[in-house]
């Protein structure tokens, strides 16, 4: 029975994260770190304890304090240019706190890292975006966790909170065309509860030493295998 810590509860994927989390048998307590409330806290399931704070400089000491330790530490943890007033923001909030939580929970002594990232993350990439992703990447895989996990959906489908147009249209595209074929899909968007049961399944068979030939102490698991990996 794995215990987990668990940022980004709140937004599509991490919601979907959490309630694969609470429902998986594999899973003895989970602890989660976020602004608000997370919505599957309503049914104050016992495995669940929440931390809410503002103060996102005071999570990395919650999370090192942790008491039992995570086995796991999930990362679905991110923001928008929009929300963060510009790219540098977003940059210095999305990368820094990731790298900040990641380095508290291997200090800790979590042994597996799983970190929602994005179809095209590349650390030389010219783009801000998929550069930004490439480099949280790379530094979580250099902190050093026994085995670390890296998640590529490509588009993300699903319901979002917040408003996204242009995002909700291709993600309509997305849902008809899996309507009429799964194939004319699955490669390039994944459903976010989809991409949540991956997370937590291939969490807990990595802390079980249950990975690819090849993918020991990084296993990533991009487009069409995320949805393999959640129906094993």
Same mark, same amino acid.
């Given at each position: 029975?794995?215990?987990?810590?668990?940022?980004?509860?709140?937004?599509?994927? %991490?919601?979907?994260?959490?309630?694969?989390?609470?429902?998986?048998? &594999?899973?003895?307590?989970?602890?989660?770190?976020?602004?608000?409330?997370?919505?599957?806290?309503?049914?104050?399931?016992?495995?669940?304890?929440?931390?809410?704070?503002?103060?996102?400089?005071? #999570?990395?000491?919650?999370?090192?304090?942790?008491?039992?330790?995570?086995?796991? =530490?999930?990362?679905?943890? &991110?923001?928008?240019? $929009?929300?963060?007033?510009?790219?540098?923001?977003? =940059?210095?909030?999305?990368? %820094?706190?990731?790298?900040?939580?990641?380095?508290?929970?291997?200090?800790?002594?979590?042994?597996?890292?799983?970190?929602?990232?994005?179809?095209?993350?590349?650390?030389?990439?010219?783009? %801000? =975006?998929?550069?930004?992703? &490439?480099?949280?990447?790379?530094?979580?895989?250099?902190?050093?966790?026994?085995?670390?996990?890296?998640?590529?959906?490509?588009?993300?489908?699903?319901?979002?909170?917040?408003?996204?147009?242009?995002?909700?249209?291709?993600?309509?595209?997305?849902? #008809?065309?899996?309507?009429?074929?799964?194939?004319?899909?699955?490669? #390039? $968007?994944?459903?976010?509860?989809?991409? &949540?049961?991956? $997370?937590?399944?291939?969490?807990?068979?990595?802390?079980? %030493?249950?990975?690819?030939?090849?993918?020991?102490?990084?296993?990533?698991?991009?487009?069409?295998?995320?949805?393999?990996?959640?129906?094993?």
């Amino acid at each position: 029975m794995a215990n987990v810590a668990l940022l980004g509860c709140t937004g599509m994927v %991490g919601s979907h994260i959490l309630t694969s989390l609470i429902s998986s048998a &594999g899973v003895n307590r989970v602890d989660t770190i976020s602004r608000r409330t997370p919505p599957a806290a309503a049914d104050a399931p016992a495995k669940l304890t929440t931390l809410i704070s503002d103060d996102t400089t005071k #999570w990395a000491a919650q999370l090192s304090a942790l008491t039992p330790t995570p086995d796991i =530490y999930i990362t679905a943890f &991110g923001t928008t240019r $929009a929300a963060a007033g510009g790219f540098d923001n977003q =940059y210095k909030i999305e990368h %820094g706190l990731n790298i900040e939580m990641a380095r508290a929970a291997h200090e800790a002594g979590t042994k597996v890292c799983v970190l929602i990232s994005s179809g095209g993350a590349n650390k030389a990439s010219a783009l %801000g =975006y998929p550069r930004m992703k &490439g480099e949280i990447e790379e530094d979580i895989k250099a902190l050093g966790f026994e085995r670390t996990i890296i998640l590529r959906p490509g588009l993300i489908a699903g319901t979002r909170e917040e408003s996204r147009p242009t995002e909700a249209i291709v993600r309509f595209v997305a849902g #008809w065309a899996g309507k009429l074929h799964s194939s004319l899909k699955d490669g #390039w $968007a994944q459903e976010s509860d989809v991409i &949540g049961q991956a $997370a937590v399944k291939a969490g807990l068979k990595a802390l079980e %030493g249950d990975v690819p030939s090849g993918s020991e102490k990084v296993w990533l698991i991009e487009g069409r295998t995320i949805i393999d990996v959640a129906k094993e």
